[in-house]
């Protein structure tokens, strides 16, 4: 089969393998396409300690049935499917609570074990989630990001749901967070990039306000749309330290950050600022199946299209795809890859 194998950092390789054995308790899943996530461009580049090459990276994809194994009675061949990649025990403390996402033994396929960016990929039964026809695979492959940007939202905007909200990152997960917001009734909802082309994209998709967070008239701007009501929500998707930074000096008295952005670990923080002004930090990681679940409803009924903040590239321009995301070469917000 056909597989697009990490080797090194900087250097995706196709290779033909074997297509891999399915377990009594597994199922043997075609991939018709797969999204690229921001977490993988890290390992791509050899900085998430994850991901260990060589590696089959990809953990947002849809496809079909092609094996199943002998214990699997309730999903059959040719089914069209989505993969939630997250595999959890279900026994420790943080399951238990329903944290599965905290899991202290947890997998996510394309860390783990191999994942989507290949023509076959093995999964557990459990993580499979039926489609409707209706649902492209494409589409379908967006369920994974959408869960986490739904998680991140729902939580952020718990105690203020008609906010002004601010997020960070014009890149798939910060684009789904806004327009999860804007689902939810945000006021107004302002995305902050680096990237005039890609806010250009941004404004293309239905978000309103798109602005340079490095542009020295930003808080006037920003004053513009919110008027005397300010900031309550901010929703980090980029997790810099000048966007956590910033984020302190523009977010309202007693608002909330939502990070959600992994982009590095250590950030001064001025607690004492925090402190008095009772902002509240919180954090956000993966997403339960109840997330999963809402996120695949949402992209059934339509309300997100992502034709305008995507393109489709096919697996063997995978190792190009990357080089293009790190070099800043793309516009939109999502490459998918079909297989």
Not at 132 to 155: G, H, Q, V
Request: proline share 4%; aromatic share 6%; glycine share 8%.
């Amino acid at each position: 089969m056909k597989t697009l194998l990490w080797t090194k950092a900087q250097v995706m390789e196709m290779q033909e393998i074997e297509k891999p054995a399915v377990k009594s308790d597994e199922v043997l899943v075609k991939v018709e396409a797969a999204g690229v996530c921001g977490s993988e461009i890290e390992g791509y580049l050899g900085h998430n300690s994850l991901r260990v090459p060589p590696l089959v990276m990809g953990h947002e994809f849809a496809g079909t049935i092609a094996e199943v194994g002998s214990a699997v009675k309730h999903i059959a061949m040719n089914d069209r499917v989505v993969v939630n990649p997250l595999i959890s025990c279900g026994k420790c403390g943080s399951c238990r609570k329903g944290y599965e996402n905290l899991c202290e033994t947890r997998q996510i396929i394309g860390i783990h074990r191999p994942g989507g960016f290949a023509e076959y990929v093995a999964v557990p039964a459990s993580c499979i989630w039926p489609i409707p026809d209706s649902l492209d695979f494409i589409t379908a492959s967006l369920t994974e990001p959408l869960a986490c940007s739904l998680r991140a939202t729902k939580r952020a905007m718990a105690a203020n749901p008609f906010a002004n909200v601010v997020v960070y990152g014009a890149g798939a997960i910060g684009l789904l967070s806004a327009l999860v917001a804007q689902m939810m009734g945000a006021s107004n909802v302002i995305i902050f990039d680096i990237n005039e082309k890609r806010l250009e994209t941004v404004r293309n998709s239905g978000i309103e306000h798109a602005l340079l967070s490095n542009d020295p008239d930003l808080k006037n701007k920003l004053a513009e749309i919110v008027g005397e009501r300010g900031v309550d929500v901010i929703i980090d998707a980029a997790g810099f330290v000048p966007t956590r930074l910033q984020a302190i000096e523009i977010i309202n008295y007693g608002g909330t950050i939502m990070n959600i952005g992994l982009g590095v670990d250590e950030t001064p923080i001025p607690v004492n600022v925090q402190i008095r002004s009772e902002i509240t930090f919180l954090a956000s990681f993966c997403y339960t199946k109840q997330d999963f679940y809402e996120a695949l409803e949402v992209l059934k009924s339509g309300k997100i299209k992502h034709d305008v903040w995507s393109e489709i590239r096919t697996l063997e321009e995978g190792d190009g795809a990357f080089q293009d995301l790190i070099n800043n070469r793309v516009i939109n917000s999502k490459i998918f890859m079909t297989v």
